[in-house]
């Protein structure tokens, strides 16, 4: 249960940040430094 609740969460943060992308390009590097926080996350 806690595992899938942290996978909503992780979708929404990557959500998130794909709007901040459609936002503003500059936030691609932000974006990016994001997604590999989470990538990091799902690994352990």
Known sequence: ???NNN???ID???NK???MLNNSNTDIK???NK???LKV????
């Open 12 to 14: 929404l943060s990557i």
């Open 41 to 44: 996350i799902l690994e352990k």
């Open 35 to 37: 997604m590999i926080e």
């Open 1 to 3: 249960m806690e595992h």
């Open 17 to 19: 940040y794909e709007s």
């Open 30 to 32: 932000i974006l990016k």
């Open 7 to 9: 996978n909503y969460e």
